[in-house]
């Protein structure tokens, strides 16, 4: 089932302008690309592929000697069934390995397919998020999928039967089939954190391949991963650097800024994102922690002149960052962030 219209990044649904942006830095090199069932595959280096176009997390592929190593999962089962069948595609060796760079459900909830024979890799707070038992309930899933789908349905019902247009309905029957097709998928998540923990670095040998897990702290989440794969020169990032604004709701906000320092740090020539696409320069690491840092002093002004964290949403202005993320179209930035930003401030008693 088509679900591609669904596999944009959720930190994005509540912005105004949905509009595919690029950062003008980035630099769109072509790839030689597989074309799966459900996936895309840009081959970036040799046994190394980007994957997209799958329900969530866009994925990486690290085609060992004698397995492969997976980076996210995506959203559903279904995605991550999908994303396994078209990786036989370029390789038919097994999967042994599987990263979650984060606990996000759009980059661990395909985890339930893979049996007890492949390793489940993630810093030790991705488990322990996991297994608090309410990721469903809460976000960020909860106003991404969990409730964003039966409320589009709702909608779609009511579009649908006040409709008198018969190619309107028809197209709007179309996408409720849609929308109903991905309420299924997240009906049958069954929430499986990572098998195997870590804290501060882990490495695979997988025959000639090393493959470096980091985390420098607190960052996007309470426990990013980026793989490093130090021959190839190549990292992948999960959320904690995109090529595009990435959701802030659950940031810890200056040692996110700090964790990028260090992932400037390493020898690499290529980033795999977790969303949007993959870039070379650097400076678009630095253009993102200039808007991290803007977003601190000035959601910190608006907070301390009594501005609720819902008009700050609404009012805070960060369009200087426009030219490196061109998402940024007007005033604003996304709710669930900016509340965080609240939440973050009172606890370091800056606000
Ligand atoms: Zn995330």
């Known amino acids: 089932m088509k679900v591609r219209i669904f596999a944009l990044g959720f930190a994005f649904a509540a912005l105004t302008s949905m509009a595919a942006a690029q950062p003008s830095s980035v630099v769109q090199k072509t790839y030689p ?36 190593l997976i980076v996210d ?3 559903s089962p279904t995605t991550a069934r999908a994303f396994v069948e078209d990786i ?21 909830d395909g985890n339930q397919i893979f049996g007890p024979d492949v390793q489940i ?33 709702a909608n779609l019902k009511t579009q649908i039967a006040a409709e008198r247009d018969a190619t309107k309905k028809a197209a709007l ?7 109903e097709g991905v309420q299924a998928q997240l009906r049958e998540i069954k929430v499986t954190p990572p098998t195997v923990t870590y804290r501060g670095k882990h490495v695979i040998q997988a025959g000639s391949q090393e493959i470096q897990l980091l985390n420098w702290g607190l960052a996007h989440t309470g426990g990013d991963t980026v793989v490093f794969l130090p021959r190839e020169k190549i990292v992948a990032t999960g959320d904690l650097m995109e090529s595009r604004l990435a959701y802030m709701g659950d940031a810890t906000f ?30 678009l690491i630095t253009a993102y922690q200039d808007y991290l840092q803007d977003v601190i002093v ?38 669930r962030g900016m509340r965080r930003l609240y939440v973050w401030l009172t606890e370091r008693g800056g606000g």
């Open 33 to 68: 690309i597989v074309q799966g069932k459900t996936y895309k595959f840009e081959r970036v280096a040799d046994g190394v592929y980007y994957a997209t176009g799958g329900f969530g997390s866009n994925n990486v592929v690290v085609v060992n000697d004698a397995d492969v």
């Open 73 to 75: 999962t995506g959203t």
């Open 88 to 108: 036989k595609l370029i390789t038919p060796k097994p999967v042994k390995y599987v990263v979650n760079t984060h606990f996000h459900f759009d980059h661990t």
């Open 121 to 153: 890799i993630a810093h030790e707070f991705v488990k322990s998020e996991m297994m608090r038992g309410n990721v469903l309930d809460r976000e960020p899933y909860k106003s991404s999928a969990g409730d964003a789908y039966p409320a589009r349905i």
């Open 173 to 179: 029957t179309r996408d409720l089939a849609t929308a």
């Open 254 to 283: 200056d040692d996110w800024i700090t964790a990028l320092d260090a992932l400037k740090k390493l020898d690499f020539t290529l980033i795999l994102p977790g969303h949007g696409v993959p870039f070379e320069d650097k400076a």
């Open 298 to 335: 000035k959601g910190n002004q608006l907070k301390r002149g009594g501005v609720s964290a819902e008009d700050a949403a609404k009012q805070i202005d960060l369009t200087s960052h426009s030219k490196a993320f061109p998402q940024i179209t007007g005033p604003g930035a996304e709710l």
